[in-house]
């Protein structure tokens, strides 16, 4: 895809790294593509429902305000004018975040998270905030009380968008954003990546502030950038990450990590593949889609070798009293209002959190820590470990069970405190996306950044669009 001709008739097929240049260059304005996206938004969100609130007003104050200082000489940088989404539990100061919750409706920020500061001192344009599940607890994207986003792959059955930022792949998937914000405490980034056919990464926990960016699991939570391709990962990546004096993870890590070169391909670089008892229970088509793209990564000149791993992924499934026991101390006291209209599946799971001893907990922190270092010593000369992000595509809604999490690839990257990559692999019979996930050391994003990056250049299932 180029970046001049679409932009002649419609803006939003363009990358935002493809928008940001093409404002730069004054091909384009950032008024016309910001009213290019409105007009999206307008036209398919009614059905989809990506969005809590769309900033219409205010983004178009914003984009004529980056027009003038653009033209002026006064850009600030290279993203100056592009617009961006954000997950509904992203503070800015006088707007509401319910953090996908009615409780919260009528909750107004009093100053707004680092994240969006730093997006917004890139000169980039909030449209507004999207869905997600209730407190982003589910992994399947849907919500009861304000709305489920639609998958956009399949006009004629409701599908889920994956959880639990669900409005930001929707719109993403969409070109209602052309990237946008998620947090990922359990596979909430890449779950949604992979059925709705994007990229997104799920960073290691310190790279990026969670200051303004109400919690589900302080321990676990990671913000991460959601877009269509490896390109605009890494440069959302690299505006939202480094050290925040309000986020005490964020200390004691490198000042910064450098934008990764992403084009230095694979070549000499050794990746893993799963093993072989981890194929049973996943569909057969993405199987097919994982086995290429390890070959595609081999013909690239990769090596790819079996891993032996001290774990088996569904173990870190259920693996859950760290995750529950804080969702339980930020939530439970309005999950014990039972005349709070909450959904009972995501109730459920916060009070899941009430039985959970301090024993238990410290049990399972020590745990965390034995099995890092277990991981640590598998992954000795291995610089990736490559999964299917999912074991399906999307189902259908009414097919959901509520009491299964699609989260078997997942969660064990937060559990270890690991970094990851998810990206389209291919498409199933019915049209669906699949996904790769490739999964790296703690701070080791460059290199899944690298790995991806080599992989889109050399495929093109993540510049195919959904029939919307």
């Known amino acids: ?11 939003t097929l363009l990358s935002a790294a493809g928008l940001g240049r093409a404002i730069a260059a004054r091909r384009l304005s950032p008024v016309e593509a910001m009213e290019a996206l409105l007009a999206r938004i307008a036209r398919l969100d009614p059905r989809l429902r990506a969005y809590v609130e769309v900033y219409a007003d205010d983004a178009r104050l914003a984009a004529e305000g980056a027009d003038r200082a653009i033209r002026s000489g006064h850009a600030v940088g290279p993203l100056h004018g592009v617009p961006v989404a954000l997950k509904d539990l992203i503070d800015v100061e006088g707007r509401v975040t319910t953090g996908g919750s009615h409780t919260l409706r009528e909750r107004r920020a009093t100053a707004t998270a680092t994240i969006a500061k730093r997006l917004i001192a890139q000169g980039m344009i909030l449209i507004g905030k999207t869905h997600t599940v209730e407190f982003a607890l589910g992994g399947w994207g849907t919500n009861r009380r304000m709305g489920t986003p639609l998958n956009p792959w399949d006009p004629d059955h ?7 930022s669900s409005g930001s792949g929707v719109a993403v998937a969409s070109r209602m954003a052309p990237w946008a914000i998620g947090t990922d405490t359990g596979g909430s980034v890449r779950l949604p990546a992979s059925f709705c056919g994007i990229t997104g990464l799920k960073v ?33 990546y690299g505006v939202m990450q480094g050290p925040d004096p309000l986020d005490p993870n964020t200390r004691g890590i490198a000042p910064a990590d450098p934008m990764p070169s992403l084009d230095r391909g694979v070549r000499g670089l050794r990746l893993g593949r799963m093993p072989a008892a981890e194929r049973e229970g996943v569909a057969a088509e993405m199987l097919v ?4 793209a390890l070959d595609k990564l081999e ?11 001290p774990f088996r992924f569904v173990d870190f499934v259920n693996a859950s009293a760290i995750l529950h026991a804080e969702a339980y101390f930020h939530n439970g006291a309005v999950a014990e209002d039972f005349s709070a209209p909450l959904d009972e599946d995501v109730r459920a ?12 907990y410290l049990r399972t922190r020590r ?11 598998a992954f000795v000369g291995l610089d990736a470990l490559l999964t299917p992000t999912t074991e399906t595509p999307a189902p259908r809604l009414d097919a959901v069970d509520q009491a ?25 019979a019915e049209g669906l996306p699949l996904s790769l996930q490739i999964v790296c050391r703690g701070y080791e994003e460059a290199t899944a950044l690298r790995v991806g990056q080599a992989y889109q250049q050399a495929t093109d299932w993540h510049l195919r669009l959904p029939p919307v």
């Open 1 to 11: 895809m180029t970046d001049a001709s679409p932009a002649d008739s419609d803006p």
């Open 158 to 164: 409701p599908r889920a968008p994956g959880g639990s």
């Open 204 to 236: 290691t926990v310190g790279r990026v502030s969670t200051h303004g960016v109400l919690p589900l699991s302080t321990t676990l939570d990671t913000p991460g950038p959601m877009a269509r391709t490896v390109e605009d990962v890494a440069l959302l």
């Open 289 to 292: 889609a994982y086995d290429r």
């Open 299 to 309: 013909r690239l000149g990769a090596e790819i070798v079996d891993v032996a791993l």
């Open 349 to 360: 799971r916060i009070l899941s959190g009430a039985s959970i001893s301090a024993r238990d």
């Open 367 to 377: 745990l965390q820590q034995d099995m890092k270092r277990a991981l640590d010593r």
């Open 404 to 428: 299964v999490m699609p989260s078997r690839f997942t969660r064990f990257g937060n559990f270890l405190d690991l970094c990851a990559l998810a990206l389209p692999s291919g498409f199933s």
